[in-house]
């Protein structure tokens, strides 16, 4: 009787652990603190060792190794043309350690350090001075909030939820840093033209004329935003099609449009522009 109730126990203990390893990163998110902020696709994206096999290895309050949160940053810092090394080190992160390396490879890059930031925290007066200054720029830049009691748990370690929402905000930083201010000046329709991009400087400013070819008088076609890569700049459109319920002419459509930038904002010639979004179609 003692073996059938132990072999069931087993039973029931495996059935369990799959189940939760089964677990949608939905189910394994319920009720969690991060549910609405963690972005699934970012995952995805940077941490592509806890979203294999359906988020199989994602757990929220799993421990992230110095290998892979250095890993998950590298990638990262790829999309900005920036290079980092990642450690062979499996040891679990702290959070204080976290804050440490993240902030100097943030300095590195060339995020200014606020000296004057004065810290919330209540917990930190074990931390050492570097790490305090690196956690410094990280809250001065909303990368490290802390929670509601003031506290940041320098001693804790890092899990899988509190990494993936710190690379997020980092991206939103990164994005700050390389965004060029543009004006846009005009766009115009014609139906006697061909698609390109042209470059012209003109006294302190680039201008900057892209034409693309359309089916149908009435699609949109504006510019999102522009982000510096390195050497690069990347143009990021945002082109819709027609409602479906516009009558209009099955007739070849160009649109032109010409945009503005500060010459000191950009880097020294020769400038090239990347098209991102120009080939793709919003369906509104």
């Keep these: 009787m003692k073996r059938i109730l132990s072999l069931f126990m087993i039973m029931v203990l495996l059935f369990s652990l799959t189940t939760i390893s089964n677990a949608t990163i939905a189910d394994k998110l319920q009720g969690h603190w991060a549910d ?27 421990l992230l190794s110095e290998q892979e949160f250095t890993s998950s940053l590298a990638s990262l810092f790829a999309d900005y043309q920036y290079e980092l090394s990642i450690s062979d080190s499996n040891k ?19 995020l200014e350090l606020n000296t004057s930031v004065d810290l ?25 909030l802390g929670d509601t009691n003031s506290n940041f748990g320098p001693n804790r370690d890092l899990t899988h939820v509190e990494g993936v ?42 201008l900057l004329t892209v034409t693309k070819q359309f089916p149908t008088p009435g699609y949109t076609m504006t510019v999102d935003r522009i982000m510096k890569t390195g050497k690069n700049y990347k143009i ?22 010409t945009i503005e930038i500060d010459k000191n904002l950009l880097n020294e010639p020769p400038y090239n522009f990347i098209l991102e979004g120009y080939n793709s179609v919003i369906v509104e």
Aim: overall charge negative; cysteine-free; hydrophobic content about 40%.
């Design 36 to 62: 609405d902020i963690i972005n699934r696709r970012f995952i995805v994206t940077y941490f592509p060792y806890l979203a294999k096999d359906k988020f199989m290895e994602f757990d929220p309050q799993g």
């Design 92 to 110: 679990v992160l702290s959070r204080e350690d976290m804050a440490y390396l993240l902030g100097n490879k943030l300095v590195e890059i060339g």
């Design 120 to 144: 919330p925290f209540k917990d930190i007066d074990t931390m050492s001075n570097e790490s305090k200054e690196s956690l410094k720029l990280l809250y001065f830049n909303k990368i490290i």
């Design 165 to 206: 929402i710190v690379l997020q905000r980092v991206k939103e930083v990164l994005e700050s840093m390389n965004e060029i201010a543009f004006k846009t000046l005009g766009i115009v329709q014609t139906y006697n033209n061909q698609e390109e991009l042209i470059v012209k400087e003109e006294n302190e400013k680039v």
């Design 236 to 257: 990021f459109f945002n082109i819709a099609e027609p409602r479906p319920d516009m009558i209009l002419p099955q007739v070849i459509t160009y649109k032109t449009l």
